[in-house]
C-alpha cells in the first residue's frame, strides 16, 4: 500500500514494548472497557498486543458454525464486546494502518479476527466508526470483511465480506488498512484483497481491535506491530 505523497497530520507506530493492561503507552490509547464501558481492553504481553476475555453473556452464534453443531438459522448472535483500543487525540481524516499479524494454534470452533480499526470514536456507551479485519484460519473458512460500527453495542453494519483460504490470515502477515475520503480498503501482504465505499463517518481516530468471544484463545492470536498515518 503506497501512503500519499503529502504530509501527515499525525503518525504513529508501535511494538508494544511495554507489557498493560490495558494497553496505554503512556496514556494514549482509550480502551473498550475502562473508557467504553460496553466493550473490552486491549492487553500487551511480551510485544503481542491482544483482546482480554470476553464477557460471554451471549456467545457468538453464526450460521457458519452449523457444522460444530450450532444448528443457527438467522442473524448473527452475541456480545459483540469486541476488545477495543483507540488512540486519542484529534487524527486527519484520511487514515492509513499496517500491523503484523500474531496467530498460533488456529481454530475452526472460533472466529478469531485481527481488526484494524478507522475513524473510530469513543465515550461511555458509544464507539462509531470503521473496522477492516480478517480471520485467523488459514482454510477455506478465512475471510476479510469491512464493518461500520454503529454507536452502541451490538449496533454495526457488514459493508463487504469476502470468504476463501486467500483471505484468512496466519502469522507474521501484514494486514493494512486504508480510508481515503469514503473509500476503505484492506491489503494483505501488499495486495488489495477488499474494498468498499461507504460515508456515514467523516472523523474518528485510529486503533486495534479483536473478536469477542473467542473462550480462551484470546492470547492465541493478536497484533506484534502496529503503524498508522493520517492526513487532512
Avoid at 492487553?43 to 456467545?59: F, I, N, Q, T, W
Avoid at 453495542?153 to 483471505?167: I, R, W
Wanted: aromatic share 10%; proline share 2%; charged share 25%.
Amino acid at each position: 500500500m503506497e501512503l500519499p505523497k503529502k504530509s501527515a497530520v499525525r503518525s504513529y507506530k508501535t511494538e508494544f514494548a511495554r507489557n498493560e493492561a490495558p494497553i496505554s503507552e503512556g496514556g494514549l490509547w482509550l480502551n473498550g472497557r475502562r473508557d467504553g464501558i460496553d466493550w473490552c481492553d486491549v492487553l500487551v504481553s511480551d510485544g503481542v498486543a491482544y483482546g482480554e476475555v470476553s464477557r460471554m453473556r451471549a456467545a457468538e452464534r453464526r450460521i457458519e458454525q452449523a457444522s460444530l453443531g450450532a444448528g443457527i438459522e438467522g442473524a448473527p448472535e452475541g456480545d459483540y464486546d469486541d476488545p477495543t483500543a483507540v488512540l486519542a487525540g484529534a487524527w486527519g481524516k484520511d487514515q492509513y494502518g499496517r500491523a503484523r499479524v500474531f496467530s498460533r494454534n488456529q481454530t475452526d470452533r472460533y472466529f478469531q479476527e485481527v481488526q484494524i480499526r478507522l475513524r473510530h470514536n469513543m465515550s461511555a456507551h458509544f464507539c462509531n466508526g470503521y473496522e477492516v479485519f480478517f480471520r485467523c484460519l488459514k482454510t477455506d473458512a478465512g475471510y476479510a470483511e469491512i464493518v461500520r460500527w454503529n454507536g452502541r453495542n451490538g449496533d454495526f453494519t457488514s459493508l463487504a465480506k469476502l470468504v476463501g483460504l486467500q483471505y484468512g490470515v496466519q502469522d507474521g502477515d501484514l494486514i493494512e488498512a486504508s480510508i481515503v475520503g469514503n473509500v476503505i480498503t484492506g491489503y494483505l501482504n501488499g495486495a488489495r484483497m477488499i474494498s468498499v465505499t461507504d460515508d456515514k463517518i467523516a472523523s474518528g481516530a485510529p486503533g486495534i481491535g479483536f473478536n469477542f468471544g473467542v473462550g480462551d484463545t484470546n492470547a492465541d492470536h493478536g497484533l506484534r506491530y502496529f503503524e498508522v498515518h493520517s492526513y487532512g
